[in-house]
């Protein structure tokens, strides 16, 4: 098991000099510091936020939460719900309870790489599902039912990381009325699904059955140093992820998790949202058009509807981790693409990120890239 | 697998009339709300503090850690530290590093209960190896490690959760020497081990050898809430530890951290420690001193030098999980002991915690736990 190549390059993208699109960063400038600051003074005050809590999480919280799946189309109740450390701690913890060492996870290609770390690390078999521009292929998903018999499926399946590409309603409800034919468990999971910057609304994958879990995140609409997500999961399978964890943290931060609960009470979140999307379309745009005078005639790219990512597969023989020893030289960074395939990896494709960066940066950073494309080992590597 | 009984306790004591003995929770009037509140103020005001953050943690916060530990006896720097999200993480991280689902995980007996859950969900065999008055004994620990052959293991040395006992240094220069002869890591919890109320300090079992992992906490020196605690490994077992952190939650709460790192640079710890001890040797005392006339003749308990717990084991055929239906409907709570056995239970024991509330609350629930005692129906269950 080799470290995250994202978290490698977080440490070499932190040079001030580079313009990153690599990390998946929300933009600090964005932040609502105002509605934090007051929600941390309030929460700071009361010394019962610093005592231990209850491991399913903070009512208030699990309530205002429920209440916005439930406006979002998902009825939900504070019972249905597990405050996590992150949405990253929801998927560990479902994988923790449903997946024994040998058991088949089923993902999209390319998906997200902590995403694979963390089925390896349980020890699962990875199973890539075809996909193509609208995500994972229903038909394809029921062959993999049948031959592999995964215990789970894996998708992003609104605006995904890493291809920002978002799966049609039609395929949802294709792929959970499978789910339920086969007995398959399948997680949703969903930090991007309110970034939307065009086109219209769709209804997360979980309202289409009872066997999708639904993995929730406050990181990319509130502030992810807070470590905040949620696992949405019926009464059937919640107590074992309780107890399980109960093994991981105990409970999360009940000070975090206090000011989340001030935090979205006081404020108009939706509103906050709407100022995102707004910056975020332009920077999105503003990649968009960049990018024909970057790359390289042949190159194709995704054009997503939301989120914070563009996926992009170079014409020809190129390795991308060549490419980004070359793109740092000229101080610019993305992530190759080759870590979000379970298996045959597709060397030639990277990872764009365009929220982190305003759109003189994003010109800029985009400026470089070419610059590094067009450089002569660069020219070697292809 | 069931949840664990005390958190389950932990909702049935709640009820504002029960004064519990349950839950190994620290005095919330003792929390230094002050200094948390101005480290929140000042954290809460730096938009870096809402990002994601490095996966090894804040580098003041391992600095100050680090230097705490040194003069504590454990030469340390900031790169033998990852910060978790508890030192509950911390266990569950060096379990999925080293244990293999049928490897076994050596214990003392009794042993922290949230350990033994963490073991079986990763699918070890735990053995207990006989413990007496003074913890763990190492001649029968050189007997299992030949006998059973284990990955791991686990011990909290000081004041130990449940049994109140501290293994004295020779010891643990013993367990040290054994392991490096084995080939075996050992794991010592120390939560509590800067709460000491009489006696001379003990050297950290990790100052005996390379071989010992060592989980620190600032729950119970500082506030639980915020859920910070730290792994110090060696350098060939941190990289496999901080994959394990990757996928577990990415990183601990970017604020929690923050503010940690500004409390503990502003604050003089050791005077804060030192007021806990003053008022948790006095409640100590109070419940120690009211034992005799609470428990029937014949009842053993152990004599905590620091911590948290008393010990007690009643004479007779009791079972006190029948006994603690009668106590909590006189109002007063502990924790049954028998789910702090990897095997064999001993249903006559149980856990006092004697941190939680102040003197006269003591004396009162002492005089509840008398009265359950003898009322009839424990007299029956007797």
Known sequence: MKSSPVRDLLALTQRPEVISFAGGLPAPELFDVDGWRDAFAKSADDRRNLQYGTTEGNPVLRGVIAERMTRRGVPTTEDDLL????????LTLVTTTLVEPGDVVAVEEP????????????????????????????SALAEVLVADRPTLVY??????????RTLPAARRQEIAALAERHDVWVVEDDPYG?????????????????RVL???????????????????????????????KQAADLHTSTIDQAAAAVYLTNTDL???????????????????????DTVPAGTAWTDPDGGMFVWV?????????????QALAHNVAFVP?????????DPATLRLSFTTNPPEDIIEGMRRLAAALTSPSAAGAR
Chains 1, 2 share one sequence.
């Not at 405050?83 to 929801?90: D, E, H, L, R």
């Not at 020890?123 to 609208?134: F, K, L, N, Q, Y």
């Not at 998708?155 to 920002?164: D, E, M, Q, R």
């Not at 693409?337 to 990896?345: I, L, Q, R, S, Y």
């Open 83 to 90: 405050v996590t450390t992150g949405s990253q701690q929801a």
């Open 111 to 138: 998906t997200y790489l902590a995403a694979l770390q963390c089925f390896q690390l349980a020890g699962a078999r990875v199973v890539p599902v075809a996909s193509d521009e609208h995500g994972m292929v229903p």
């Open 155 to 164: 998708l992003v399946p609104t605006f995904a990381n890493p291809s920002g």
């Open 194 to 210: 309110e970034l939307r910057y065009r086109g219209e609304w769709v209804p997360p994958l979980t309202s289409y059955g009872e």
């Open 214 to 244: 639904y993995l929730g995140s406050l990181s990319k609409i509130g502030a992810p140093g807070l470590r905040l997500g949620w696992l949405r999961a019926p009464r059937s399978l919640m107590s074992a992820a309780v107890i399980a």
């Open 270 to 292: 939706d509103t906050h949202v709407a100022g995102l999307c707004a910056a975020y379309r332009e920077r999105r745009d503003t990649m968009i058009a960049a990018l024909p």
């Open 313 to 325: 597969r170079l014409p020809g023989a190129v390795d991308t981790t060549d490419l980004l020893r």
């Open 337 to 345: 693409g080759a870590p979000f395939f379970a298996t045959n990896p």
